[in-house]
């Protein structure tokens, strides 16, 4: 796996596999990696024929006083982990290499970007489209891979790739879950025993919703309360948002009809978690 720090580099190897005609899958992270960014990688390799990798702690992502300084760095074991997968190329850079001193341009998403975690973490979504857009940039991958679990990120990501009309694919790929219901989060590590137990609230009312949908009810009123309901059983949590709402525009939506996304966000601890699905 040939390690990449600058961007000149990376725009040139790139550059390259395109020319000879290679089909190229991004995955892009922020390293502390797990099965659910391996899952992204499979998926990757299994449909084109290099794969592309980043890892970035992006700071313009980051609020003051979140959790930038404190975000679990393990490079040296993401990068086995990632040649392991078959990753070809991996980007590296630092932050003055992606943010040279004097750089102000951003990309702000409106309306779709101040909902749910853009609402919750103001600006959050801001640095995510507009690291992202540089990555896709200097890479011009023909297919980019990210997983369901950040769905606000996802809807963003869409309406960014539509409106500046960048040549590519964004696949969204399955939430990968412990065997007890918790999704895969590098923020995990945050979590101590008891409050590992206690995120499982997160889960379990998702899956109240999930049944209630399947047995009938389609009210989000009424599954909401659900949740709510369920939510409220447990010690330690301080919840954020719960909202049934358009997947593509996350504008709340009456009823739960198929492809509606099921979202919610909450604090255990200090730590900061988010889990979903989609209506089948």
């Given at each position: 796996?040939?390690?990449?720090?600058?961007?000149?580099?990376?725009?040139?190897?790139?550059?390259?596999?395109?020319?000879?005609?290679?089909?190229?899958?991004?995955?892009?992270?922020?390293?502390?990696?797990?099965?659910?960014?391996?899952?992204?990688?499979?998926?990757?390799?299994?449909?084109?024929?290099?794969?592309?990798?980043?890892?970035?702690?992006?700071?313009?992502?980051?609020?003051?006083?979140?959790?930038?300084?404190?975000?679990?760095?393990?490079?040296?074991?993401?990068?086995?982990?990632?040649?392991?997968?078959?990753?070809?190329?991996?980007?590296?850079?630092?932050?003055?290499?992606?943010?040279?001193?004097?750089?102000?341009?951003?990309?702000?998403?409106?309306?779709?970007?101040?909902?749910?975690?853009g609402a919750s973490?103001?600006?959050?979504?801001?640095?995510?489209?507009?690291?992202?857009?540089?990555?896709?940039?200097?890479?011009?991958?023909?297919?980019?891979?990210?997983?369901?679990?950040?769905?606000?990120?996802?809807?963003?990501?869409?309406?960014?790739?539509?409106?500046?009309?960048?040549?590519?694919?964004?696949?969204?790929?399955?939430?990968?879950?412990?065997?007890?219901?918790?999704?895969?989060?590098?923020?995990?590590?945050?979590?101590?025993?008891?409050?590992?137990?206690?995120?499982?609230?997160?889960?379990?009312?998702?899956?109240?919703?999930?049944?209630?949908?399947?047995?009938?009810?389609?009210?989000s009123s009424t599954?909401?309360?659900?949740?709510?309901?369920?939510?409220?059983?447990?010690?330690?949590?301080?919840?954020?948002?719960?909202?049934?709402?358009?997947?593509?525009?996350?504008?709340?939506?009456?009823?739960?009809?198929?492809?509606?996304?099921?979202?919610?966000a909450a604090f255990?601890?200090?730590?900061?978690?988010?889990?979903?699905?989609?209506?089948?």
């Amino acid at each position: 796996m040939q390690i990449v720090k600058s961007i000149a580099e990376m725009q040139s190897i790139c550059r390259n596999l395109r020319t000879q005609g290679i089909t190229m899958g991004f995955v892009p992270t922020m390293g502390a990696l797990h099965k659910g960014h391996l899952s992204l990688i499979q998926r990757a390799r299994s449909e084109c024929k290099t794969v592309v990798a980043s890892i970035f702690v992006n700071p313009l992502q980051f609020a003051p006083g979140e959790d930038f300084a404190q975000y679990p760095r393990t490079f040296e074991e993401d990068c086995r982990q990632l040649e392991s997968e078959g990753v070809a190329v991996l980007f590296a850079p630092d932050a003055t290499e992606m943010y040279p001193n004097g750089a102000v341009t951003t990309i702000t998403v409106p309306g779709i970007g101040d909902r749910l975690d853009g609402a919750s973490r103001p600006g959050h979504l801001t640095g995510v489209a507009t690291v992202v857009a540089k990555l896709f940039h200097l890479v011009a991958p023909h297919r980019a891979y990210f997983g369901q679990k950040d769905a606000a990120q996802l809807a963003v990501l869409r309406q960014m790739i539509q409106d500046l009309n960048f040549d590519l694919e964004l696949v969204s790929c399955a939430i990968v879950r412990d065997a007890d219901g918790l999704a895969l989060s590098s923020r995990n590590k945050y979590l101590s025993v008891l409050e590992r137990e206690q995120a499982l609230v997160l889960h379990r009312a998702l899956t109240k919703i999930e049944q209630s949908i399947a047995e009938g009810e389609r009210h989000s009123s009424t599954l909401l309360q659900i949740g709510r309901n369920t939510l409220e059983t447990a010690t330690g949590i301080r919840v954020d948002y719960l909202a049934i709402v358009d997947a593509r525009s996350l504008l709340p939506v009456a009823t739960a009809e198929r492809g509606v996304l099921v979202a919610v966000a909450a604090f255990i601890g200090r730590t900061r978690l988010i889990d979903n699905f989609l209506v089948a």
